[in-house]
Structures are given as structure tokens and as C-alpha cells.
């Protein structure tokens, strides 16, 4: 007899059930409450001549017994099949296991919506309870099942540095599309986050991510009969996983979401889910300086401080130091390893330096990159066997730096105790952890057989953050890889703010920002005003476009402000004292996407919890000279979450919720006003 569960979300609900022969769990219907009260949309009892029954039907979790032919998420080397063992279930949870008879392996399918979400958390524990040893050629986390009876339409992102998360699509009638990353970091190439939906429905969107700060892969296949499955996963770079009789194996954890309302909608469900991920850290995040491009590697005490003056002067609340800071840092090619402050650079001492910071009514934050290590460094002279290399092979050098094998045990002390040890010394609120190099080594000396480095430096890095995290609860921790190569799901339950790309140039930034929060929460997304022009998008745009821009997000400013005129340090001033304004709404409010970079409509609204209040960040997206732009109406930005019979006002104007909804918001672009936040508040 088949038995079924009913996982409940906010708006959604995962149906999934056993059929009577037991050999898997199968999804019945995920969408929107009541979903489920009809025959599967998903479910096949068809004829499958010259396949398997399970390579046609919406199994979960499938090995490759189970799924020879269309993609088995679990491969045990010489085969193994699961069989259902028994299910513990609550209303938001479900935990069924299997077991293979004959090698003893036991795998847990484990579900979680958490409170208030529409997101299904999915993970699996591997037990070997045989006598022999297992090994796995594949261990995915999950496969999801949508129904996209007329093709298969995918978003995604792709990327490279300074041009992270390109939103882009592919319609897919039969076959493969894939994404991932073999770096042993997410990358900039893509990003673990991928969208399906039917081609004739762009309204119901299911969605998918992967808590995995590793290698990954993602992988979305339309059958012959409309079925789309996404099979989700780490990338096992270092070959297959050997698990011994007794050891335990949990994988990472899946996440899949569904929206009626499109990928704006979708991106609403994926905001919310980490926003429940940031949990009692969801605090407003400063307005911060960070001195990179104002003065790179050349960081002394007397620099720095004409930086801090200045930002202390418009509102800036948090100084960060960035690179440059420690002994032998004079560029990229040395200091990575020795995490003391360069005497040099600070002659009345470090603390001096930070306490003069703190005396302008700064907080103080640093950046770091303690992962890596340069070979011009007395870390690496004293541990070159820390760093990851393959026996008598040569290693690779990317920006001139070698990555420590961070699953050694002494290694995480060391990153650990780096850390934590400046944190303990100095007075410091902000961590900027720095990432730059993928991992191209697969060994470790002295390692017989294969080591999971990739699961053991993913393992350690997390467990680094979390006792950070305990250990020093006020201090907001910033997650950066050259940009934005370390987002993920496992790194926003983590980090407090993500740095999603070097490129802060105004158009770029505006295209990378918007694929960004298709994927995450505006509490994550650092952004800095920078000078014109820009070291990437030489376009020109004005200061309002800038901070508006980074007013999206957590504002932060990254330009030579000490350059700046009287003029425009008092428009930063006013611009910094309005998004201490809005940023309770920034931070918590429901997003509405409205149109985007390669549009003529470009906005982001914030609707406040309340809904009383919503704030609109729009900008031009258009040619700035007047050819042409003669004559025009005003661009019409149509707004959400309204109440059509109410009325909403701005200044002195006044429109019904139903005007803002329809016919839009007016904005008239002109040369000199190329951005704006408005704010209407209902009457
Ligand atoms: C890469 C980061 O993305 C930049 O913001 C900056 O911190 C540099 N590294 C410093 O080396």
C-alpha cells in the first residue's frame, strides 16, 4: 500500500509518497497549498518500453539500480538498491529511511520547511551498516521533480570576476542543461542556484539551491514525457567518497523553492528563507567605508585616518581596513600567512591606529584572507607542507598565492586562531573574509588512498565561522572571494553580508545586482559607491545614481573620499542620512524586481512588513544625452503589494494604490536626475 506525506510551507506544500513496491520515495505535487488534492501532476504508471519504471517516474532520491538510464542521484560502486524501511513524520518535517539488503547501506531521506517558508530543506545520511567498505562514484543531495509538460524553460546565473550573476535563460526542449563548479569554492562561473518552469507558464517557478561552500553540480534534465528533474549535489573533484562499516555521511543540504508569482516571486522565497537563515543576526547592517580602492595596498596609519575623517564627517559608521595591512604586504606577491600588523605602516602601533579610528565615532572592521598563504611568507617557510600539492608535481601559483589544506586539523587551528586571535586583540566589529584563489591541487603530501578535500575544507571553513560566530557574536562577518565566488546557501546561514563582485561600475553593477537579488536577500548584498568612472564600466552615471545603487543593499563607500569636494561629501552626507532612513524596510521589506538593466523600466520597491510604506530605488537605464529623448513621457514604474482603494503619498503627491499598481509610478529621466529613491507612505 502506498504511503504518502504532506509537508506544509507558508503558501506551499511537497507531497510525497512510497509506492506499494517500496523501492522509493516519489513526489506526488509541490506548488500551492492544495496542490496535491488531485492525480500527481508528476506521477508516470505508464508503459516504459526500454527503460526502467524508475527512470520515468518523479523518484526523490534514486541510485542507479533504481534509475539506470535517467540519472541516478546516488552511485555506489558495484550497485547498490535501496528499499523502504520506515518514516517518522511531523507537519514540517518527514524523515523516511531505506536500506539495501545486501551492503548494508542505510540512507535517511530527511525533509524540513521551516517556519514561514516556502523553501524544502532536504538532506541525506549515508550510515554503512555492512560488514565491507562502500564506495560512492556519486552522492547528490537531492533530485527534484517539476512538471513541464510543454519544455523546459531554465534560469540561471553565469558569471566571471567583476561580471558575477548574469541572469540569463535556455529554453530546453529534451535533454541536459548543467551548471557547477569543480574550484572547491561556488565560483564566479556560476552560480549554485538554478529556476525551471513550464515555457507556457511563467507564473509557477520552482527553484534551487545548494548549502555547499565547495565544489557542486547542478543538473536539470527534460525527459520525453515533460518531466524535468534537477538533480543537486557536491562535485566530487577528488574522486568517489569511501565510506567504512560504521561511518556516518550527511550531505549537504538541498533547498528547492516555488513561487505562483515568476522568478520575482521566487526571489521573494528565496529572500525570505534567508532572512529565517540569518535568524537573530538579521540586524541592520552599518553603513560602512572600506579603504580598497581609495588606497590598495598602500595602507598606513596617516592615510587611513584622512579616509576615516572624512567618512566619520558624512555618516559612515563602520572604517574597514582592507588589504595591505600586515607585515610584508606591500602587494600581491607577499605577507599572505603572517597576520601581524606591518610596524611600518602603523609606527604608533596598530591599537593606536584602531583606537584614533574608534575615537571618530567609528566602529572598526579589517579584512583578512587567512585561507591562503604567499610562498614569500614565514608561514609557508616554516609549513610548506600546509598547503595543498600533489607529491613531486609543481604548484600553481593564481595571484601569485598557494591555498592551506584547511581539512588538517592543525591548519583550521591555525586559520582559527589567526582569526580569532585578532578579533580577541584589537577592537574590531567587521571581518572582510577574503577568498582569492580556486583550489587546483588535489592532494595532500602523504596522504595514501583519496582524502575528500574538497568535504574537509568545506567542513572545517563552516566550523571556523560558527565558533567565530559564537565566540564574538557582535562582530559582522563579511563573506568575499575575489567578489563574489562564495555565495551559497551554506554561507548565508554563516555570513552576515556577501561582497558579490569588484565591479562597482555603475551599469555593470546595476546588471549584477539585479541577478544577485534573484538569488539573495538585500540584507546580504554589499555595495559600495565608488569614483567615476569606475575601474570596469567606464559609463558614465552620476554620484544619486551611485548611492542609490548601493542603497540597495548594505551601503557601504569604497571611493577616495579624502578627493572628494565640500559639494560632494555633503551629497554623500544627505544620501547616507536617507538610507539610515530606509533601511529597516531595505533589510525586512518584500522586493519587487521591476523590470531591469537591460529595460527602460529599472526599480527595486521594498514594501514594509506593515505594508504602510513602500520604497522605490530606480534608475535610468537609458542614453544620458538628449538625441532623441524628445519629446517622452515619464518612464512608469507599476508597483505591488498595494491596496488599490488607498491612497499613497509622496511630498506633496498624492495617487491611489490602484494608479500605482496600473498605469505606475511616473519617473521623467532627465541628464542631471538619473536615479531616485521614493518613498509613499499610505495616508
Ligand atoms: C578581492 C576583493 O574582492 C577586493 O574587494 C579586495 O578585498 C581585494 N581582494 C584585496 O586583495
Known amino acids: 500500500m502506498t504511503k504518502r506525506w504532506t509537508l506544509r510551507g507558508a503558501q506551499t506544500e511537497y507531497t510525497v509518497a512510497v509506492p506499494a513496491h517500496g523501492r522509493w520515495l516519489e513526489l506526488v505535487a509541490w506548488g500551492p497549498h492544495g496542490v496535491s488534492d488531485g492525480p500527481s501532476p508528476v506521477g508516470y504508471d505508464g508503459p516504459v518500453p526500454f527503460l526502467t519504471k524508475g527512470d520515468a517516474a518523479p523518484v526523490e532520491y534514486a541510485t542507479e539500480t533504481e534509475r539506470p538510464f535517467a540519472g541516478a542521484d546516488l552511485v555506489v560502486e558495484a550497485r547498490s538498491s535501496l528499499r523502504f524501511v520506515s518514516a517518522a513524520a511531523a ?32 538532506w ?78 511563467p507564473a509557477g517557478v520552482w527553484g534551487v539551491g545548494l548549502a555547499w561552500t565547495g565544489s557542486w553540480k547542478i543538473q536539470a534534465e527534460r525527459d520525453t514525457g515533460g518531466l ?37 516571486g521566487l526571489a521573494r522565497v528565496w529572500h525570505a528563507y534567508q532572512r529565517h537563515l540569518a535568524g537573530e543576526r538579521l540586524t541592520p547592517r552599518p553603513v560602512l567605508y572600506n579603504s580598497w580602492e581609495a588606497t590598495y595596498f598602500a595602507v598606513d596609519a596617516d592615510s587611513q585616518l584622512a579616509l576615516a575623517r572624512v567618512a566619520a564627517g558624512i555618516g559612515v559608521e563602520t572604517f574597514v581596513v582592507d588589504d595591505g595591512w600586515f607585515t610584508g604586504r606591500g602587494d600581491d606577491t607577499g605577507g599572505l600567512g603572517d597576520w601581524t600588523p606591518d610596524p611600518a605602516k602603523f609606527p604608533a602601533g596598530f ?26 611568507s614565514r608561514l609557508y617557510a616554516e609549513h610548506p607542507d600546509w598547503v595543498y600539492s600533489v607529491d613531486g608535481q609543481p604548484l600553481t601559483q593564481v595571484r601569485n598565492q598557494y591555498l592551506l589544506d584547511l581539512g588538517r586539523p592543525e591548519v583550521a587551528e591555525f586559520v582559527h586562531g589567526t582569526v580569532d586571535g585578532l578579533l580577541r586583540k584589537h577592537a574590531i566589529d567587521y571581518l572582510k573574509w577574503d577568498f582569492n584563489r580556486p583550489r587546483t591541487e588535489p592532494g595532500r603530501p602523504g596522504a595514501t588512498g583519496p582524502v575528500d578535500l574538497d568535504g574537509a575544507h568545506v567542513a572545517n571553513l563552516w566550523r571556523i565561522y560558527e565558533r567565530l560566530r559564537r565566540d564574538h557574536p557582535h562582530v559582522i562577518i563579511e563573506a568575499c572571494a575575489g567578489g563574489g565566488a562564495r555565495t551559497d546557501l551554506g554561507m548565508a ?22 541577478g544577485f537579488l534573484h538569488a539573495n536577500a538585500p540584507h546580504l548584498l554589499s555595495s559600495w559607491v565608488t569614483d567615476a568612472p569606475g575601474l570596469f564600466d567606464p559609463r558614465p552615471r552620476s554620484l544619486a545614481f551611485r548611492f542609490v545603487l548601493a542603497m540597495a543593499g548594505v551601503l557601504g563607500i569604497g571611493a577616495d573620499i579624502r578627493r572628494w569636494s565640500a559639494q560632494e561629501r555633503a551629497e554623500a552626507a544627505r544620501w547616507i542620512a536617507r538610507y539610515k532612513e530606509i533601511r529597516e524596510i531595505v533589510m525586512h521589506g518584500t522586493v519587487h524586481l521591476i523590470g531591469g538593466p537591460g529595460q527602460a523600466r529599472c526599480a527595486v520597491q521594498y514594501l514594509s512588513p506593515d505594508e504602510r ?8 537605464t537609458g542614453r544620458l544625452d538628449g538625441a532623441g529623448l524628445l519629446p517622452s513621457r515619464p518612464v512608469r514604474l507599476p508597483l505591488r503589494g498595494l491596496r488599490p482603494q488607498a491612497r499613497y503619498g509622496t511630498g506633496d503627491q498624492h495617487y491611489s494604490g490602484s494608479h500605482l499598481t496600473t498605469a505606475g509610478l511616473p519617473v521623467q529621466w532627465t541628464a542631471a536626475h538619473d536615479a531616485d529613491v521614493i518613498v509613499l507612505h499610505r495616508d
Open 91 to 122: 507537519d514540517d518535517r518527514l524523515a523516511v529511511t531505506f536500506a539495501d539488503p545486501v551492503n548494508g547501506l542505510r540512507a535517511v531521506l530527511q525533509y524540513r520547511i521551516p517556519a514561514g517558508t516556502d523553501v524544502v530543506e532536504r
Open 124 to 201: 541525506v545520511e549515508l550510515v554503512n551498516e555492512g560488514p565491507d567498505p562502500l564506495r560512492l562514484a556519486r552522492a547528490g543531495s537531492a533530485g527534484f521533480c517539476v512538471p513541464t509538460p510543454h519544455g523546459a524553460r531554465i534560469s540561471y546565473q553565469w558569471g566571471q570576476w567583476a561580471q558575477e550573476f548574469q541572469l540569463a535563460h535556455v529554453d530546453l526542449a529534451h535533454g541536459t542543461f548543467a551548471v557547477g563548479s569543480a574550484q572547491g569554492v561556488p565560483g564566479h562561473l556560476y552560480v549554485p542556484w538554478l529556476a525551471v518552469n513550464d515555457q507556457e507558464d
Open 228 to 264: 524535468t528533474r534537477v538533480r543537486v549535489g557536491r562535485g566530487l573533484v577528488d574522486g568517489p567518497l569511501d565510506l567504512a562499516p560504521g561511518e556516518r555521511l550527511t550531505l549537504p543540504t538541498a533547498a528547492g523553492a516555488y513561487s505562483a508569482d515568476g522568478l520575482g
Open 351 to 376: 591599537d593606536a591606529f584602531v583606537a584614533d579610528v574608534r575615537a571618530l565615532g567609528l566602529r572598526f572592521g579589517l579584512w583578512v584572507e587567512p585561507e591562503c598563504v604567499n610562498p614569500r
Open 493 to 514: 546561514a554563516r555570513a552576515d553580508v556577501f561582497w558579490p563582485s569588484d565591479n562597482t561600475g555603475p551599469l555593470d553593477r546595476l546588471a549584477i545586482q539585479h
Open 613 to 620: 510604506t513602500a520604497v522605490v530605488l530606480a534608475w535610468h
